[in-house]
C-alpha cells in the first residue's frame, strides 16, 4: 500500500509540467504584447476604464505565473485588484501565493474571491487543496464539496480528484476510485486521474478485490 500512496501522491502534486522552451519563449513574447495594449484608451492607460485595467493586469499576472515568476505575479495580481476587485485576481493571487509556500494568505485571498463571488468555482477547490498541502485533510472535504457544486466553474474535475486524494490518504480506495472516475467524466483526457485510477486496480488486483 506504501507505494501505491507514494506513486499517486508524486502523481497528485504535480500542478502543471514544465514550460518547454518553445512554450516559455512564446509566453514571454505574449507579455510583452500585453504590455503594448495597456493603452486602453487614446489618452492612456489612466483614463482607461478600471475593469479593462483590472483584465489586463490579471491577464499579466497569469502569464507571469505559468512562467515561474511568482512574486511579480503576486505584485500585478495586487495591481489588478487594487484597479477593480475581481474573485478572479484574488483567486490566482492565492495560486502564486502558494506557489512560495505562503499557504495561509493563499486560504486568505480565496476567501476574498469567495465574498466577492459565491458562485465561482476556483476558490472552494483551491483552499481544499491548500489545506491538504497543510495536512487538515478533513478541513479540506466541506471545501471541495462546495467546489463541486458551484454554479461557475470550468473544471469540475479538480475537486472530485483532489476528494480522490483525500480518501486514498484515508486507504479508502472503493470511494477514491468512484471520486477519479467521476473527474474523468467531466474531463476523460485528466491524465492524473487517469493515472490515479491505475494505481488503484493495480493494487486490487494484487490483492484480489478486483476480477481481471
Not at 506504501?2 to 518553445?22: D, K, W
Not at 493563499?106 to 476574498?112: D, L, P, Q, S, V
Request: glycine fraction near 8%.
Amino acid at each position: 500500500m506504501s507505494n501505491l500512496f507514494e506513486r499517486l501522491l508524486r502523481t497528485c502534486r504535480c500542478r502543471q509540467r514544465p514550460l518547454g522552451r518553445a512554450v516559455h519563449s512564446f509566453l514571454l513574447l505574449i507579455l510583452l504584447c500585453l504590455g503594448t495594449a495597456l493603452p486602453l484608451s487614446a489618452e492612456g492607460p489612466e483614463t482607461a476604464q478600471p475593469q479593462d485595467k483590472a483584465y489586463l493586469l490579471w491577464q499579466e499576472g497569469y502569464l507571469l505565473h505559468l512562467l515561474g515568476h511568482y512574486d511579480k505575479a503576486i505584485e500585478v495580481f495586487s495591481q489588478s485588484i487594487a484597479a477593480h476587485p475581481t474573485a478572479e485576481a484574488h483567486t490566482f493571487r492565492g495560486w502564486s501565493l502558494s506557489m512560495v509556500g505562503r499557504l495561509n494568505e493563499a486560504i486568505a485571498e480565496c476567501k476574498r474571491a469567495i465574498a466577492l463571488d459565491p458562485d465561482y468555482g476556483n476558490p472552494y477547490n483551491d483552499i481544499g487543496v491548500y489545506l491538504i498541502d497543510l495536512g487538515q485533510t478533513d478541513e479540506a472535504i466541506p471545501w471541495l464539496k462546495k467546489a463541486m457544486g458551484a454554479k461557475r466553474y470550468c473544471c469540475y474535475q479538480y475537486p472530485h480528484f483532489n476528494l480522490g486524494r483525500i480518501l486514498v490518504m484515508q486507504g479508502r480506495l472503493t470511494e477514491a476510485r468512484g471520486e477519479f472516475e467521476r473527474a474523468l467524466s467531466y474531463e476523460p483526457d485528466y491524465l492524473p486521474a487517469q493515472k490515479a485510477l491505475e494505481y488503484i486496480r493495480e493494487h486490487m488486483r494484487e490483492k484480489g478485490q478486483e476480477k481481471i
